[in-house]
């Protein structure tokens, strides 16, 4: 069996939930770190109190917005090189079982 055509539409789908997934988790670790340093009192805050915390819990709805983003441009990329090189090579060859 061989891949000879990828659906570019929903090989830039899948991959924008994939990265909008991680870009979740990566937000939470942000988050956490973030809360971390203001209670540790390391932030700088450059006058504005509790702006680590703020960019913490930003990170969580930013991230995965970004993410989703970088992930379904990717995907279209990808999907659009993969079509034009399979065609002239004849695409990725596959055994199931």
């Known amino acids: 069996m061989v891949i000879k055509h990828i659906g570019v539409w929903s090989l830039a789908r899948v991959l924008a939930i994939i990265y909008a997934v991680i870009g979740i988790v990566i937000g939470f670790f942000v988050a956490f770190f973030s809360l971390i340093s203001a209670a540790a009192g390391t932030v700088a805050d450059a006058g504005v109190p ?3 915390m703020i960019f913490g819990f930003g ?16 995907g279209l990329i990808v999907g659009l090189i993969y ?15």
């Open 50 to 52: 509790g702006l680590g």
């Open 59 to 74: 990170a969580i709805f930013i991230l995965p917005i970004m993410y989703g983003i970088i992930g379904l441009v990717g």
């Open 83 to 97: 079509n034009a090189i399979a065609g002239s090579v004849g695409g990725i060859e596959i055994e199931l079982e």
